[in-house]
């Protein structure tokens, strides 16, 4: 059974004049969400074995602060996790991992693409939730049992072998 972990990045700086989205950092309220979150994976017994992160700052040091904490292999940058990324171009690209990963994965990035991406594996375009800051959402895949119909080497893994369901979701405010 697959899982994946979708974590959203912690509090980041506002926007000042002349910056870029892309170059906003985190703030201390961040890095002390960050932290709470790396010690709930740890003491929930949560281990992904596998980290990717946007590439942008403000998430890449979300990863740094709850690998550390977690005692996780550091976090690996992706650009599909980037902010605006379609869900399409991000689907795509974890399908094309999901063969390869392990039973576990965390997955940190931005909103709106982390909804869209987490309802997209459930099945819909409707929004199913609303990921906040350093809140951690965990989906699991159910693989089906292989029928006569599921043999095509080209089947979605995600409809046709198995089923995304979502397990839980925590916000940062409610983790112990």
């Known amino acids: 059974m697959t899982t994946l972990y ?55 040091q979300t990863a740094a602060i709850v690998c550390e904490q977690a005692l996780l292999a550091p976090a690996e940058e992706v650009d599909w996790l980037a902010l605006d990324t379609p869900v399409a171009q991000s689907a795509v690209a974890l399908q094309a991992l999901l063969a390869q990963l ?23 375009d409707l929004p199913v939730l609303k990921v906040r800051k350093a809140s951690i959402t965990c989906l699991q895949l159910a693989v089906a049992q292989p029928s006569l119909q599921q043999c095509e080497p080209d089947a979605d893994l995600s409809t046709e072998q198995g089923r995304w369901t979502l397990q839980w979701s925590v916000p940062v405010k409610f983790m112990p």
Request: hydrophobic content about 40%; proline content about 8%.
């Open 102 to 124: 392990p039973a576990q994965s965390l997955l940190i990035g931005h909103e709106p693409d982390l909804s869209r991406l987490i309802s997209h594996l459930l099945g819909t």
């Open 6 to 60: 979708f974590l959203r990045h912690a509090t980041a700086e506002v926007i000042r004049p002349g910056q870029l989205d892309v170059d906003r950092c985190l703030v201390d309220k961040g890095r002390q969400q960050a932290m709470r979150v790396g010690n709930f994976i740890l003491k929930q017994g949560v281990n992904p074995q596998r980290v990717f992160s946007s590439p942008y700052p403000r998430a890449i």
